[in-house]
């Protein structure tokens, strides 16, 4: 065991068949028509994203837990809601895979779900200048009609 380390405080998953190849999986293939389970854990989304700093889950680890079935941590993130839907995961995927389009059915699944989000409404006007440009832009975009 490494040094430091605390098994106690280290979350684990409960991992079995039916959650990892399960209902949530399949759910976000169809309704984003990408094939989840291609992506390899490159990074590269990760690594062009212009707000991964801000946000709690990259979006190779929000894919990671999608294919672990893991539908509560993925929808009560932050990241759904702090990606700009800027393209650059999508373009930089080797295996194809339109991330942008799975972070807005993630959206849209948690939204139908009753799961509270990030909101423009939510920023303080003080801190405004504070917040990256292309966030607030994205979610004006998203979450206004």
């Not at 972070?103 to 801190?127: S, Y």
Request: with cysteine; proline share 6%; glycine share 6%.
């Amino acid at each position: 065991m490494a040094e430091g380390a605390d098994n106690e405080t280290t979350p684990r998953l409960r991992l079995d068949r039916e959650k990892v190849r399960g209902e949530f999986g399949k759910r976000l293939d169809s309704l984003s028509e990408q094939h989840i389970l291609a992506c390899y854990q490159c990074g590269n989304c990760s690594s062009g994203c212009p707000l991964a700093e801000e946000m709690d889950l990259l979006p190779s680890t929000v894919m990671h837990l999608v294919q672990l079935g893991q539908s509560e941590a993925v929808l009560n993130s932050r990241s759904i809601w702090v990606c700009a839907s800027c393209l650059q995961c999508t373009v930089r995927c080797p295996k194809g895979i339109d991330i942008q389009k799975v972070m807005d059915v993630l959206r849209q699944m948690a939204l139908a779900e009753g799961i509270d989000h990030f909101g423009p409404d939510q920023v303080d006007p003080r801190n405004a200048a504070e917040v990256p440009q292309p966030g607030l832009v994205s979610a004006y975009r998203k979450l206004s009609t």
